[in-house]
Nanobody, 123 residues
Framework: VQLQAFGGGLVQPGGSLKLSCAAS????????MGWFRQAPGREREFVAA????????FYADSVKARFTISRDNAKNTTYLQMNGLKPEDTAVYYC?????????????????WGQGTLVTVSS
């Protein structure tokens, strides 16, 4: 199983980026997909998740109304559209996949992780 996240880069404050995560999962549609991030010197934190069985979406308060998670089951891909980026959004962003009925905000519930993509928000 492989998750590959890409789309990171350097962007100015207020700018936008769209991250993608391609997954080599046999039953991608049966996985909750999540995005987490880790800034230098800080613990990994939850960003967003989309649940597989009902499509319910979850966001961290810090990104609500700015970030949008989505998925395309036909392409085995999940996305994170990030608008209104702030310097505090600077981090390595990881995608993750979890099967079954997991708690989307808890990273420990996800079985598979991507390698991460760096997002830097700076002028």
């Amino acid at each position: 199983v492989q998750l590959q996240a890409f789309g990171g880069g350097l962007v100015q404050p207020g700018g936008s980026l769209k991250l993608s995560c391609a997954a080599s999962l046999r039953a991608f549609s049966q996985y909750t997909m999540g995005w987490f991030r880790q800034a230098p010197g800080r613990e990994r934190e939850f960003v967003a998740a989309i649940r597989w069985h009902d499509g319910r979406i979850f966001y961290a308060d810090s990104v609500k109304a700015r970030f949008t998670i989505s998925r395309d089951n036909a392409k085995n891909t999940t996305y994170l559209q990030m608008n209104g980026l702030k310097p505090e959004d600077t981090a390595v962003y990881y995608c993750a996949a979890g099967s079954g009925f997991i708690i989307p905000r808890q990273g420990s519930r996800y079985a598979y992780w991507g390698q991460g993509t760096l997002v830097t928000v700076s002028s």
